[in-house]
């Protein structure tokens, strides 16, 4: 049977990089840590990446073109099982990349790279979550409702709610529980917690039928 050819090393850095920005949080790793996890040379290191921000700015595009992956998967959501299942997938990816949202205020206080894309990664997730609460009222044949004012659309506010939920979730299980929510086998219990706050924020554009089914998903997980 023919061995499989070693991963590249750049590949190798930045997944150790990962999971220790995941465990420890991004300011308390070092390059020198990561090297010495790898047990390779700081100089091996620098040649691929010459500062830790070239590592995380790779990660946090990484990240980035997988959340586009997902929302454009996302649009084909047209019922309250599928959109579960979309939410959870958010979460599982989020987690991922979980140390981009624990240390997010430290990241934008010093890192113009990620200051300038989140705006509109935040816009997208937006976007696609409105879309699909639209879908959703559709395909149930709920009326979306007249604004109250031009200020006023309950699916914007109820996109807008989403994405705060998701992108300050993991921050508040790690609030709850620093010493724990961030390792691995805290993550089911964060992302069905987290998934099942989301999508309760569709409860009240849905029909009945819709709502009941959301409340029969929800149940089956505390939090």
């Not at 790898?38 to 790779?58: F, R, V």
């Not at 454009?72 to 979309?86: G, I, S, T």
């Not at 529980?177 to 554009?205: D, I, K, S």
């Amino acid at each position: 049977m023919p061995r499989k050819a070693p991963r590249r090393t750049a590949e190798r850095i930045l997944q150790t990089a990962l999971a220790l920005f995941n465990r420890y949080g991004e300011p308390n790793v070092s390059t020198g840590m990561i090297a010495a996890a790898l047990t390779i040379s700081p100089g091996n290191l620098y040649y691929h990446y010459p500062a830790k921000e070239t590592l995380i700015n790779t990660l946090f595009d990484q990240y980035k073109a997988a959340l586009d992956r997902l929302l454009a998967a996302c649009a084909d959501v047209r019922d309250v099982e599928d959109a579960w299942f979309c939410l959870h997938s958010l979460f599982e990816l989020i987690w991922q990349y979980r140390f981009l949202y624990r240390d997010l205020n430290h990241l934008l206080s010093g890192n113009r790279h990620i200051e300038t894309r989140l705006p509109t990664l935040l816009s997208n997730k937006k976007a696609a979550l409105r879309g699909l609460l639209e879908r959703l009222c559709a395909a149930a044949q709920t009326p979306a409702g007249k604004q109250q004012s031009s200020s006023h659309d309950p699916h914007d506010e109820a996109a807008a709610s989403m994405v705060v939920l998701l992108t300050w979730w993991l921050s508040y299980e790690y609030a709850l529980n620093p010493r724990h929510a961030m390792e691995p086998e805290y993550e089911q219990t964060a992302l069905l917690r987290g998934a099942r706050h989301v999508l309760e924020q569709f409860t009240p554009h849905l029909p009945p039928p819709d709502r009941a089914l959301l409340q029969a998903i929800t149940a089956a997980y505390g939090g």
